[in-house]
């Protein structure tokens, strides 16, 4: 692949992954109880960090072009010792900074912990000052899956899933299984096609865990967090949830990846309507006509009212490898 990394971390110019998890979990879930430091916080962000971490030399990084832009970050295409890489750093004027940098340290752990082929993998760190970091990524050649959609038009029958569509729903499925059977779970929040990279030789892997949290069976999540149109109907109306929201977001990217559009974007209807409706259960997205019938059933279970009844993403794994060997018998 184009820019990609190494599949053996100890053959790239990053240096070898030091797989403490322990250490990692214990970081990072002390950083989400203690909240977080502001910009002039005696806590610095070396001690936020898994010290396991590769700490990587900033004058190392050269950077090329901006790959994406967001209110509070920013990511770019780089190359560290000749390797390509993605590097997520902190907008110049990022709204709510304090909550920028503290997301990013975040993001920082968990993705360390989550050393997985479907999770976007994380090859180290650059903390160019006491208030600043940046995360540096592998580089996935084909970009966001929102934007892989916008470029190709494939089918929305079964030939269409038999392909690369299948493929990638099986791929997030598989990450989102990494991330759920953990103990304790790691709920996303925030899954949608613009949080899946594509590579050419890699598939589909789940990023942008900024907002990712980990969840105790003692204790349940209540803040409303994700983006409109993906979010589950319980965390809209802000009852306690599990990582059964993911997989509500994971039944409206189905549509996504059957349509190529946004979720809803065939409705007239406004925002705030939109989300008064799914918080009542009494909208959906929609599907192609000619999108096979077991794809729109899979994701009618995973967007049922009940988060109870909607499946794990283990079993998730194992029905969308059922439905692709249906359609290559076809």
């Known amino acids: 692949a184009t820019g990609g990394s190494s599949s053996n971390p100890n053959n790239n110019p990053f ?31 070396s001690d936020a960090l898994n010290p396991a971490i590769p700490m990587l030399e900033a004058d190392d990084m050269v950077y090329t072009r901006v790959l994406g832009r967001g209110a509070k970050g920013v990511v770019w295409l780089a190359t560290y010792a000749g390797q390509a890489c993605a590097v997520k750093k902190l907008a110049d004027l990022a709204a709510d900074a304090d909550d920028a940098l503290h997301n990013l340290i975040v993001e920082s752990n968990l993705l360390f912990r989550l050393q997985h082929p479907r999770i976007i993998g994380l090859l180290g760190v650059v903390v160019p000052t006491s208030d600043d970091i940046a995360l540096v990524m592998e580089f996935m ?24 569509k299948g493929t990638y ?10 991330l759920h059977t953990r103990s304790p779970p790691i709920i996303h929040r925030d899954i949608k096609a613009r949080n ?30 994700g983006t409109a149109r993906w979010i589950a109907p319980e965390v809209l109306i802000n009852e306690d949830y599990s990582e059964k929201a993911d997989i509500y977001s994971f039944g ?6 059957d349509t190529h559009a946004i979720p809803y974007s065939d409705s007239t209807l406004e925002e705030r309507q939109i989300m008064q409706l799914v918080a009542v ?36 794994v194992r029905t969308i490898m059922t439905i692709l060997g249906s359609f290559v018998t076809l």
């Open 15 to 45: 240096g070898p992954f030091t797989n403490d998890k322990d250490a990692a979990a214990t970081l990072g879930k002390s950083y989400f109880h203690t909240g977080t430091p502001n910009r002039t916080s005696t806590v610095s962000i």
């Open 141 to 164: 050649d084909k970009g966001d899956l929102f934007e892989c959609l916008q470029r190709t038009k494939q089918p929305t029958n079964a030939v269409g899933w038999a392909g690369d």
């Open 169 to 178: 729903a099986l791929h997030v499925a598989e990450g989102l299984a990494s």
């Open 196 to 225: 899946v990279l594509v590579d050419s030789a890699k598939g589909a892997k789940i990023c942008d865990f900024g907002e990712s949290r980990t969840r105790t069976f003692e204790e349940t999540m209540t803040s409303n967090v």
């Open 252 to 257: 409206v990217l189905l549509s996504e990846l």
């Open 281 to 316: 259960n009494r909208l959906r997205p929609t599907f192609s006509p000619d999108c096979p019938e077991q794809i729109q059933h899979l994701a009618r279970a995973c967007m049922q009212a009940d988060p109870m009844l909607r499946p794990d993403a283990t079993r998730l």
